[in-house]
């Protein structure tokens, strides 16, 4: 609860004076720079006045944590890592506000235009960094070299500033309420930190819950800085005005004049922006972009003789010929053997389940898929359920939204017998639960004697360690395995997943792990259907360049130590 007013201790000197400062609230000149030190004369009662200080405190400390969590939360969908994202962005600007608290120290004998000030600038870069940092992934992340890393640079560097001019705000603020109202310095410490506080919690639930999924990111990052700079500019020129030279106050009107106009301009032409980073970021021909509850998935080309690509969350998943390279080796080896039921994990772009249902004597496919609306453009749009064959049209497949986990933990003992894990790469941190030793035995537990496991490993060539941890996992889990990996002969699925460009001597490549409780024969369906794309000579080529390729030693993946 906020104090009431309690007066400070006999003797103690005004907070707002030097040594022999005036406590008159009343009288006073103005000191010709913009502030007064020893006075300053309210517009309102002293207690409507204090109020109206600790509410601006609320709104703006809203403010700046929508600017830090929208930072992590675009950091992490451009660079990827959302672990790594969000220690820099926290630590960086926690180091910042240090540094901001310390520089604003020099600007209390100028609290009111000072704060004013702050606002301004805190408002034009916290509500644009989402916009710039965009602008510079979708138009130089291509360029390689330095200028691949610059949205990195850029998150620091908006990081650092956004925190020096968050923790400048608290000795203003400081300053600014005690003139106010003279408080000992604890109880006022004590309402600013309240109100502070209280303020960081309506903006941390406000981000996801309500700007990030009606208004998006750059919308509800312009938005935030628009509140931010009327609210600032309110609180001085409205209350302090008199603390402020004529000068001052106009120079203060302009300055939130350029930014609110700066802003509501970006707003305005957002959507605009947003289309043509998009093309920047996946060429002229995007035919289908639409921001699920989970991901952002776009649908490119399909059209004039160009190959469908299916992008989810800016991740190259489907392309071109590679799409039934990748999907064969995942399919048909895990095929050897009984497998009238099987459980698809992921695979919501129903590409899996076309190759599983190429064996006529499947009786059962459930498909688990995160994404409601993947599965829904699997199933329906034109190019997409094409690519697929319809295999979401077939009575024999169950589609479930949940996440595999989950789903997992209620699945009885001993239900599947092969298991497709058509998951994202394990270093994407959400990901990691789902290459950890508990659901690999969860996995074990739901396979039938004698049934088969398959899990997309992510590159092998690569990253050597991340395949050869989850060969590690299985292992740990009480499975057998059999490594193979699958080159990739165009540009196929990305091999990074934070987006880091392969240099041109790492080959492209897809690792692959088949596992069962006892060691898995390597090897397709002697009766079964022809892959286009994999032959049992290829596979067993395949084999032996990932043995060779083998690390050993490695400790496995959990969830309270992840690996990966």
């Known amino acids: 609860m906020i104090e009431p007013h309690a007066p400070a201790p006999p003797g103690s000197p005004p907070s707002w004076g030097g040594p022999g400062g005036s406590s008159d609230r009343t009288g006073g000149s103005s000191d010709s720079t913009g502030g007064s030190p020893d006075s300053v004369r309210l517009p309102v009662r002293p207690a409507v006045g204090r109020f109206l200080v600790l509410a601006g405190v609320f709104v ?67 509500g644009s960094s989402a916009m710039v940092l965009y602008a510079v992934f979708a138009w130089t992340g291509g360029w390689g070299g330095l200028w ?90 409205g209350l302090f005005r008199r603390d402020m030279t004529r000068r001052a106050r106009w120079l203060l009107l302009t300055a939130n004049a350029v930014v609110l106009a700066l802003l509501a301009t970006a707003t305005v032409l957002a959507d605009d922006f947003e289309r043509a980073a998009r093309h920047a970021v996946y060429g002229q021909d995007v ?107 077939d009575p024999r497949v169950h ?33 990691t639960k789902l290459y950890s030793q508990e659901f690999y035995g969860l996995l074990r537990r739901v396979l039938a004697p004698g049934g088969r496991l398959v899990v997309h490993a992510g590159p092998l060539a690569a990253r050597p360690r991340a395949f050869w941890t989850v060969d590690a996992t299985l292992h740990a889990a009480g499975l057998r395995t059999a490594p193979y990996r699958v080159a990739a002969r165009d540009t196929g699925l990305a091999p990074d997943p934070d987006r880091t460009a392969a240099t041109p001597d790492t080959p492209r490549d897809w690792g692959f792990l088949l596992a069962a409780r006892t060691p898995p024969a390597l090897r397709l369906e002697p009766t079964g259907p022809r892959p286009r794309t994999l032959t049992p000579p290829s596979l067993t080529q395949d084999a032996r360049a990932a043995s060779r390729a083998r690390i050993d030693g490695l400790p496995p993946s959990t969830l309270v130590h992840p690996r990966y």
């Not at 809203?62 to 992490?76: D, K, R």
């Not at 969000?86 to 020099?106: E, P």
């Open 287 to 393: 035919r289908v972009a639409v921001k699920t509850d989970v991901q952002e998935v776009v649908l490119t080309g399909d059209a004039d003789g160009r190959p469908l690509d299916l992008f989810l969350d800016g991740r190259l998943r489907v392309g071109g010929s590679g799409e039934r390279r990748y999907h064969e080796a995942l399919v048909h080896p895990a095929m050897s053997g009984p497998h009238a039921r099987v459980l698809i994990l992921g695979g919501g772009d129903g590409l899996a389940a076309r190759e599983v249902l190429r064996h006529p004597d499947v009786r059962c496919v459930d498909v688990v898929e995160l994404d409601p609306g993947l599965a829904r453009l699997a199933r329906h749009d034109p190019g997409l359920s094409a690519l697929n064959e319809h295999a979401y049209g």
């Open 60 to 126: 703006c400390a809203a403010c700046g944590l929508v600017y830090e969590l929208e930072l992590v939360a675009l950091a992490s969908y451009l660079i990827g890592d959302s672990v790594t994202q969000a220690s820099v962005v926290l630590s960086v600007m926690v180091f910042a506000m240090g540094l901001g608290s310390l520089a604003a120290k020099r600007l209390r004998r100028f609290a009111a235009a000072g704060f004013g000030a702050v606002e301004a600038v805190l408002a034009l870069v916290g």
């Open 148 to 237: 691949a890393d610059g949205p990195r640079f850029l998150l620091v560097a908006f990081s650092l500033t956004i925190g020096v001019l968050i923790g400048a705000e608290v000795p203003l603020l400081m300053e600014l309420i005690q003139r106010v109202r003279r408080q000992d310095a604890g109880g006022a410490v004590a309402d600013l930190f309240a109100a502070d506080y209280v303020g960081a919690l309506v903006g941390g639930l406000a981000f996801p819950f309500v700007l990030l999924p009606f208004l998006g990111q750059l919308t509800g990052a312009l938005l935030t800085g628009t509140v931010n700079a009327v609210v600032g500019a309110a609180l001085v020129l």
């Open 399 to 431: 589609v479930t939204t949940a996440d595999a986990f989950r789903r997992l933990r209620s699945t009885p003992t001993a239900t599947y017998d092969v298991v497709i894990s058509d998951l994202p790469d394990p270093g994407l941190t959400a990901s």
